[in-house]
Every structure is written in C-alpha cells, then in structure tokens.
C-alpha cells in the first residue's frame, strides 16, 4: 500500500533549508505571544475601565530567534497613577450651596476633580520632590505620611487575564501559525 504523493513530500523536505522550520516556529511562537499580549490588554482595558494603549505598553515582549525559540512577556503590574488617564480638571459641583451665615445640610458642594472618565473627591495635583506632578488624595489612618498618590491597582487584573489567556490559549493559535507557515505545496 504506496502513499500517494510520498516521495514528492520527502523531496520538498529535503529541499528546504536547515533554518526554515526553526524560523517558521519562532514566527508563530512570536505571533502566540504578541496576539495574547493584545487580547490579555483588551481583557484588562475593558475590566479596569482604562485605555487600552495604557495597558498594553506595560506588557514587554521579548521576541523568540532560531537560536532561541523561546518568547518571554514580562508584564509591569505595579498600580497605575491615575494622572496617566488623561487631563485632570477641577469640575464645580452644581448642588445648591449654603448661604454664608446660614445652616443647612448643604455644605458647600465644592468641586471634583475629574482625571479622564474618573471622579476623584476630595482629591488634588501636586507635584512631588522628583518633579513628577500626580493626583493626591488624603489618606485616613495614615499617621505619618498622610497623602498618597492615587492609583488603579492592576497587579490581580493582569495576573489573572494573561494566565487565563496563555493557559491553552498559546496551543492552538501555535498550531494554527504553525501550519501557515509550514505549508507544503
């Protein structure tokens, strides 16, 4: 029981170079990490309600060679400072406020500070000893050093959505890549 179309196989086989098939899985290894960088910063975006550009820049990828088939991600999940959301402006508050002299519930209503779609009471611009300027805001029960510098936390969100996404997610888009690149005519 002969093949059919097994020797033409084994010629175009042995036709191609000693680097095709290495550079054709670092190609898909490549293409596995950098589409589940997109999809794990699309996932993150949509959870934390932050640009999706934010996100995705604080994912590196190091890029898999022949020499080296393997890609490495590595991910800052350090909190992201609010003042990175966009411009931050003072908005006044339209409640009614008291009249001076009188008592009421109303108490002043004051103004908000709005950073991108986000509004932050009670908080303020401020620019630090190294130069950077942030959001502040007072913290409660802290004795001495009473502000901190207003942050979204994103370490579980990022933990969580890369492992989810790389779990079996590499395996199949890998296999998919892989035949793309190593098809045979």
């Known amino acids: 029981m002969a093949i059919k ?3 033409q196989a084994v010629e175009n086989l042995s036709r191609i170079s000693k ?3 290495p550079g054709a899985a670092a190609m898909a290894i ?11 910063a699309s996932q993150v975006a949509r ?3 932050v ?3 934010l996100v995705k820049e604080r994912a590196r990828l190091k890029r898999a060679t022949v020499k080296n088939p393997q890609a490495r991600i590595k991910v800052n999940r350090g909190d992201l400072p609010v003042i990175k959301l966009g411009n931050a402006r003072v908005v006044l508050s339209r409640r009614r406020r008291r009249k001076k002299g009188q008592r009421s519930s ?3 209503g004051g103004s908000v500070l709005v950073v991108g779609n986000r509004r932050i009471p009670g908080a303020f611009i401020q620019q630090l000893k190294n ?8 913290v409660a029960g802290k004795n001495r050093y009473p502000i901190d510098v207003v942050k979204i ?7 969580t959505a890369f492992k989810q996404i790389l779990s079996g997610y590499g395996v199949n888009v890998f296999r998919k890549s892989w035949a793309m690149r190593c098809s045979i005519n």
Do not use: D
């Open 5 to 7: 179309g097994l020797e």
């Open 19 to 21: 680097t095709a098939v």
């Open 30 to 40: 490549n293409r596995v990490a950098s589409s589940a960088i997109s999809q794990s």
């Open 47 to 49: 959870e934390t309600k």
């Open 51 to 53: 640009r999706r550009k």
């Open 106 to 108: 109303l108490k002043g």
């Open 131 to 138: 130069g950077r300027w942030h959001v502040m805001q007072r």
């Open 153 to 159: 936390p994103m370490a579980v969100p990022l933990t």
